[in-house]
């Protein structure tokens, strides 16, 4: 339930460029979310990535300092705030979690605005959904 697998990662190439080139993206300061809802064979109920743009953060430190806090507090919610609300609504998703802020947060207000943004994220899909459906 407060795992964060492999298999919830997004590697794959071609689900990367189409995501981004098909996609719908939504800001959500300080992130941009981008997501496509995603072929039913995904091996995760949701498949996510969490870019750090290096041009505004020099510092690998830095980067990893902010994916770190992004993917705890994404592994701490995604459960309660996102998976149940798409499970009900039977979608799966590619997500792409951008980090666009000007400074580096602290952990319990990034983690404010995640659940936010997960809130945000299930309304979208579930309105794309029924669009497509219709």
Same mark, same amino acid.
């Given at each position: 339930?407060?795992?964060?697998?492999?298999?919830?990662?997004?590697?794959?190439?071609?689900?990367?460029?189409?995501?981004?080139?098909?996609?719908?993206?939504?800001?959500?300061?300080?992130?941009?979310?981008?997501?496509?809802?995603?072929?039913?064979?995904?091996?995760?109920?949701?498949?996510?990535?969490?870019?750090?743009?290096?041009?505004?953060?020099?510092?690998?430190?830095?980067?990893?300092?902010?994916?770190?806090?992004?993917?705890?507090?994404?592994?701490?919610? #995604?459960?309660?705030?996102? %998976?149940? /609300?798409?499970?009900?609504?039977?979608? $799966? =998703?590619?997500?792409? +979690?951008?980090?666009?802020? #000007?400074?580096?947060?602290? %952990?319990? /207000?990034?983690?404010?605005?995640?659940? $936010? =943004?997960?809130?945000? +994220?299930?309304?979208?899909?579930?309105?794309?959904?029924?669009?497509?459906?219709?």
């Amino acid at each position: 339930m407060y795992t964060f697998k492999k298999e919830e990662r997004l590697c794959n190439k071609g689900l990367l460029e189409q995501l981004f080139h098909k996609g719908s993206s939504f800001l959500c300061y300080p992130f941009r979310a981008s997501w496509l809802l995603a072929p039913d064979d995904l091996p995760a109920q949701v498949q996510v990535v969490f870019p750090v743009a290096r041009k505004r953060y020099k510092h690998a430190v830095q980067r990893n300092l902010i994916r770190r806090r992004m993917r705890e507090a994404y592994r701490l919610h #995604k459960q309660q705030h996102l %998976y149940d /609300q798409l499970n009900q609504a039977n979608i $799966k =998703l590619v997500l792409s +979690l951008n980090y666009i802020g #000007k400074e580096i947060l602290p %952990y319990q /207000q990034m983690e404010k605005k995640m659940l $936010k =943004l997960f809130s945000q +994220l299930c309304e979208q899909a579930t309105n794309e959904q029924h669009r497509q459906l219709s």
